[in-house]
């Protein structure tokens, strides 16, 4: 695969074991149909169901769209490509492909925080007897777009650089050297900064701060919901952030090489294997997580979609037919 005039230097990993290839296009399919599968569930249950209607369910989705584009982008071109031992779509398309599976991986990160921060700050709110507008959440929505959008056109212009990943069968985001200069570097730690260290950091502190809000002062019936919803979402998000380390791994494996010594190290290949796998696994844990925690996602995922509560226990159904929300 020629993608770029020195080859040697951008697709260091060309030789990588075929059957690895072969194993690691099978899981991408595997993992992006089934992810798509639920996704797109959960998008036609918002679209039909009103029992999903809690202003925190905006930010749900959020969520699953970052997910649904993940699975979108994954399996048909990253799977595909990985069966045939190479890319097949061409230097312009794997240059978008980078694009977008940059997008889409900060997205979920910015998402996943932004949703343990409601969660917080709903609680804060609820000590203070306040509520939230709802062009809060639009907010919200917006600073996700817009900070996955900042943080992968960069290396479209040089800030930073799209190549081969260490497979040689996809596009991804190439950590630079000391020797890459300063526009990479600069770009570089920054993205790690921003879109890693610190929304992680905010978000095992901003559960902490909701887990304790919760506990002393949520007592209604509809207040109980909230807290079952809250668990769901911190537990997704622990999970979610596990699916990610042999990502981070892998990067960091490369990165720190590079930084301290100036040359590129060869990655294990169960490493290079498993870590998209895991990335693409993750797409399908926040409708699981809402299937299994989130009683009123789960009522309207398994098919209460009209009205219909034959699933639901009386007292529960006729709580969901007086629910203003």
């Given amino acids: 695969m020629q993608l770029f005039d020195n080859n040697d230097d951008e697709c260091a990993w060309y030789f990588f074991d075929s059957s690895y290839k072969t194993l690691l296009g099978a899981c991408l399919i595997i993992f992006g149909v089934f992810g798509v599968l639920l996704n797109a569930w959960l998008y036609v249950t918002f679209i039909h169901s009103h029992l999903v209607a809690f202003k925190s369910h905006v930010l749900v989705l959020n969520l ?13 071109f990253a799977g595909s490509s990985a069966l045939a031992k190479r ?16 997008f889409f991986g900060v997205f979920q990160m910015i998402a996943l925080f932004a949703l343990v921060l409601e969660r917080y700050l709903l609680a804060k709110h609820y000590k203070r007897e306040k509520t939230i507008y709802f062009r809060y959440y639009w907010t919200l929505i917006g600073v996700c777009w817009t900070v996955a959008v900042v943080f992968a056109t960069p290396p479209l212009f040089g800030y930073g650089a799209y190549s081969c ?17 300063a526009r990479e570097l600069g770009f570089s730690v920054p993205y790690v900064i921003i879109c890693g260290v610190l929304p992680i950091v905010g978000i095992f502190f901003f559960m902490g701060k909701a887990i304790r809000l919760e506990t002393i002062y949520y007592r209604s019936e509809r207040q109980k ?5 809250t668990k769901c979402v911190h537990a ?4 979610t ?20 010594f100036g040359y590129r190290p060869h990655v294990p290949q169960v490493l290079a294997l498993f870590a998209p796998i895991a990335a693409e696994a993750a797409t399908s844990v ?10 009123r996602i789960r009522a309207a995922l398994m098919g209460r979609m009209k009205k219909n509560y034959a699933l639901l226990d009386p007292e529960q159904a006729r709580l969901y037919r007086r629910s203003p929300y």
């Fill in 225 to 229: 919901e909230e807290k079952r919803l």
């Fill in 64 to 76: 699953c769209s970052a997910s649904l584009g993940r699975n979108l982008l994954g399996f048909p």
């Fill in 87 to 102: 890319w097949l779509f061409g230097p312009a398309c794997c240059q978008l492909f980078a694009f977008l599976n940059q």
């Fill in 165 to 181: 990943d260490v497979t040689a069968t996809v596009c991804t985001f190439v950590w630079p050297s000391l020797k890459s200069g």
């Fill in 241 to 260: 952030l596990a699916l990610w380390i042999p990502a981070a791994l892998l990067a960091g494996w490369q990165w720190f090489p590079l930084l301290l």
């Fill in 286 to 295: 926040p409708v699981l997580y809402y299937l299994s925690a989130d009683e």
């Fill in 236 to 239: 997704l998000c622990v999970t």
